[in-house]
């Protein structure tokens, strides 16, 4: 393109281009010029072979050597100015703003004058050979892909003088260039095979495939070739740690197929071409690296005589591994492609793709669900659950039913079944439900597998009782299961998995991420016990279950380092105290009330204590009369049950009380001693007492110290039970009279 205000001749243009390319003609590709000029045009057409020289700067045959005065370019010199002329123009080229009608009167500001732009276009061509002759830094000749090739350009020409358009004496000169590369090799990397199948599983909730423990996966790495040659081409293949090994890929199937190749070996994809082509060349050295994790496919060099492109397509087949890992992780499996070019830097492409691992999520709770004793049964409480009642849900200790619970129990409702209660109010002799819940949230769809979990024997409650051992699912169907060494109660129960793919409890997620609602991933195992006859009052017993073993896959390793655990509570009853005035000793026609005295006369109280069946250790009562009574005597003890035992083992009766007044406020304070009262009686419906009967005299005080005892005083008796809760003494309830 010449400037507006410019004009030249005597026009020559050089353009030289680099070695691996020669000049092309053939007669169809013949060097065009086409000129928009000041005042004409000239369409396309063939550039003149008189005007312009081919000088070719390369040795044939290629020598290799760029310095010896042929460095494999070519240049060609088009004299621009005389191909004009042979045209039918004068040789000049004359920027648009110039006038030439008026012998050259230049329009700064062409306003007055403006031609348009004065451009030209001359079209050759070049054949990109198979070989570079003189300038291959490599060493190798062959071009390959991401080779570089370049062609520069200088336009030279006479200045006009633009008001006379006759040469000036001056010359300039213009330069240009360009360049380009041979097309690089693309590379993709993705999943080929799951399980040896081609047909894909459903992408997860995230868009990826979701693999599982002991799933296979097949990858594919191809590599499109486009000129058919490879200079050290070099596919490595990162897999992530710790789910692949990459040591386990050990062989090379010298195959071409569409079959996915077994764990532990690659082989050739189907659009394989390059091995064809190559021959035994195209058969990749196989290597991996087990710190690194990677697998390696070497390739040497191949200068091919087709020069179509190629594909390399290679699968090879890992397994993932049984190791504990994080559910929903994304894994990335990055392959990269290194190759050697001739005379630029190696070619290097990556591809990676993506999966998502499944894995097991178990967890443990334990609750107490049930008991045999129905509400109103006890006069001393009915049992009582703790954070929530769990009965509506599940059926009574001692029902004998397959399934111990109503419904279906699943992830939904798994916090408003009271799987996670504690219970209270229960005595000797009563029967207790205890569950285990194991909830598996994970996503495998494999569930888990080798499930193994034990519970302890709460104290105060004997293990040869246990009984109505269920194991369920969430469903109620039945899970089938073993007993390992101990049973239950030593080392464990382990459950039967369903098959190799399928273990006992299923999964807790679905495939596209919701939540399971099935009940099929919760394992909810009951079983009765029944509380021994040395169990106390108030005393509570917490027992610990532990799930200690489940796995990926059958036999895999165990996802439990640290075991997991839960615990539950019972609390046993309490006794409780009642306390009466029976009667005074001066009463009926003509004398005072039965709930009045006279100073001297004796008033009889009862007290009576309810105790719950088992062992109530260390029972005391302390009587606390006001000021104006006195104790007198222990009147009588008696028991309504020959069931009631002292510490002996014989039936309570007063000679087991032991009777303490204190003497420092005139008989006010008096302690009776039950000691252990054993109550052997499994009625709940019977209430156990022991009634005590004493007397107190109205006392005749009329000092200072004291309050008069006068008509109308009124005098209270209170009295307080405690027992022995776990080696401490503990108040139960003060009552009065």
Known sequence: QVAGDFGYEDLVITDTFSDGQRWYTDGSYLPTLQINGNTYTLSTEQFNASNFVITENFSNPGD??????????????????????????????????????????????????????????????????????????????EENQGDRFTNDVIIDGALLNTTTLVVNGNREADDSGTS????????????????????LPAAGADGLIRVTPGDTVTYRLTYQIPTGNIDDLVLTDFLPLPVFASTEITTFDDTVSAAAPAAGQAKFGPSETYRQEAGTSGIPTLSTDGPSNFVQFTYGKFDGVNTEAKTIDILLTVTVSDDPFTDKLFLTNQVNANEGTTNTVNAEENAIVQIQLSEPVLNITKGVVGTNVNPGDNV????????????????????????????????????TVGIDSNLTNVDAGDQVRFAIVIENTGSSRKGAFDLQFRDDVPAGFDPSSLSNLRVTRGDGSTVSFSQLAGGLFGNGIELTDQNANL?????????DG???????????????????????????????????????????????????????????????????????????????????????????????????EGITPGAKIVDTLDEGLAFVELLSVTANSTDLDNSSGNDFSISDVTVSASTADQGRTVTFTLDNVDNRNRDNTQPDTITLRYSAVVRNVNDSADPDNQTGTTLNNSAELSIDVDGTETSIDTVSA
């Open 64 to 141: 290799g050597n760029p310095n010896d005065g042929t460095d494999g370019t070519t240049t060609i010199t088009f004299n621009l100015s005389d191909e004009l002329i042979r045209r039918g123009e004068d040789g000049k080229l004359v920027g648009g703003g110039v006038d030439r009608s008026t012998g050259g009167t230049l329009d700064d500001d062409l306003t007055s004058y403006n031609d348009g732009a004065t451009t030209g276009r001359i079209v050759f061509y070049t054949q990109i050979q198979n070989e570079f002759s003189d300038d291959f830094p490599s060493g190798d000749p």
């Open 180 to 199: 380009f590369t041979i097309e690089r090799a693309e590379l993709a990397k993705s999943i080929y095979a799951v399980n040896g199948s081609t047909t």
């Open 380 to 415: 001393l409480g009915d049992p009582s659950y703790t954070p929530i009642d769990p009965t509506p849900t599940f059926k009574d200790a001692g029902s004998t039913d397959a399934v111990a619970f109503n419904g279906s129990i699943n992830s939904q409702n798994l916090d």
């Open 503 to 511: 273990g006992a409890i299923e999964a807790g997620e679905a495939n």
């Open 514 to 612: 919701t939540e399971t609602t099935d009940g099929r991933n919760i394992i909810i195992i009951t079983y009765d016990l029944t509380a021994d006859d040395t169990v106390e009052a108030l005393d509570s017993t917490s027992s610990e279950a532990t799930l200690h073993n489940y796995a990926g896959t059958e036999g895999g390793d165990d996802f439990t380092p640290i075991d997991l655990t839960d615990s539950a509570s019972v609390t046993f009853l309490g006794p409780s105290i009642a306390k009466v005035l029976a009667g005074t000793s001066v009463s009926g026609t003509n004398n005072n009330a039965a709930n009045e005295a006279v100073i001297g006369e004796l008033a009889f109280y009862e007290v009576t204590v309810t105790f719950p």
